[in-house]
């Protein structure tokens, strides 16, 4: 008892429970981070939050990365699981695509490669002179193209940004998708078939339902990482894009802390930002709760 419960959960007090009480003391404070003293300022740091536009702008943004990533991301890897798995050919049994082990190891391939590696390829790509975006887009006739800058413009910058997020974890959880959908009984799908249900009533009749825990567990994790996209939001446009149009939490927090010397608003930042994910956890959990879903499959 004491060895497997009581040492993990002291390693978890020290390592987590403990750095967010001293994160959310600091937040009550105007410590600069450099010195001995931290005078005590109340809730002085949230009312000043709660006025700056620059941090409701950055907070706005997070919650778009919030709404629009984990929502692209799983509708598309479980799109492109279900044809994996049984989105094949109608004659004969139950299978899916043909190439199936490429796809998998190619889509996958994106989720191995450091986030900070994936940012700088891309900007790259984007790059408005020299990049491949612009360079096959005018190939095939789009002039208006030349020189376009993605990351700098501000109509396309989010969208821009957002598209490399979903590049790098579609692969993933398409390749979870499919593991999930594997466990399902093929005579569903036989059965399925027999009654006339096409490929997509048998997607959502079918294979969501069932995997509908996995779907829960992973919208969650695919939403903490969108309100914590600091390396990929960090490495396309380190200065907040055009007008803060890609100015994340996460980034305020950094230049707060670190390059304004106000560690006591900075942790004020990263309070807001914790209690925004308990949150949102707790909404994926009731919105599934009221649909069925309880452990792994759908009651």
């Not at 450099?34 to 706005?60: I, K, M």
């Amino acid at each position: 008892m004491v060895v497997f419960l009581g040492l993990p959960f002291c390693f978890y007090v020290l390592m987590v429970l403990y750095p967010f009480t001293q994160a959310t003391y600091y937040s009550l404070t105007a410590w600069t981070g450099f010195s001995p003293e931290q005078p005590f300022v109340g809730l002085g740091n949230y009312a000043r939050l709660a006025s700056d536009g620059q941090f409701r702008t950055a907070l706005g943004n997070s919650l778009t990365l919030l709404v629009v990533v984990p929502a692209v991301v799983m509708v598309a890897s479980f799109a492109l699981a279900c044809l994996l798995t049984f989105g094949g050919s109608t004659a004969g049994s139950v299978r899916g695509m043909r190439g199936t082990a490429f796809y998998r190891v190619v889509s996958f391939f994106p989720y191995v490669v450091p986030a900070i590696v994936i940012g700088i390829i891309w900007a790259q790509i984007y790059d408005p002179s020299g990049g491949l975006l612009n360079g096959v887009l005018t190939a095939v006739g789009l002039d208006r193209f030349t020189d376009f800058a993605w990351l700098g413009d501000v109509g396309t910058a989010m969208g821009a940004t957002i598209a490399v997020i979903v590049w790098a974890f579609i692969g993933f959880y398409m390749v979870l998708f499919v593991a999930a959908i594997q466990g399902i009984d093929p005579e569903l799908f036989e059965a399925a078939r027999l009654d006339g249900a096409g490929r997509v009533r048998s997607a959502l009749s079918i294979a969501l339902p069932a995997i509908a825990g996995s779907v829960r567990t992973a919208y969650v994790y695919m939403g903490i990482l969108a309100l914590d996209a600091f390396v990929y939001m960090q490495a396309l446009n380190p200065n907040g894009g055009p007008d803060s149009s890609t100015l994340v939490v996460t980034q305020q927090i950094f230049s707060t802390a670190f390059s304004q010397g106000q560690f006591g608003v900075a942790c004020a930042m990263g309070v807001v930002l914790a209690l925004v994910t308990l949150l949102f956890v707790g909404l994926v959990f009731a919105v599934f709760r009221l649909l069925g879903v309880r452990g792994g499959a759908r009651g």
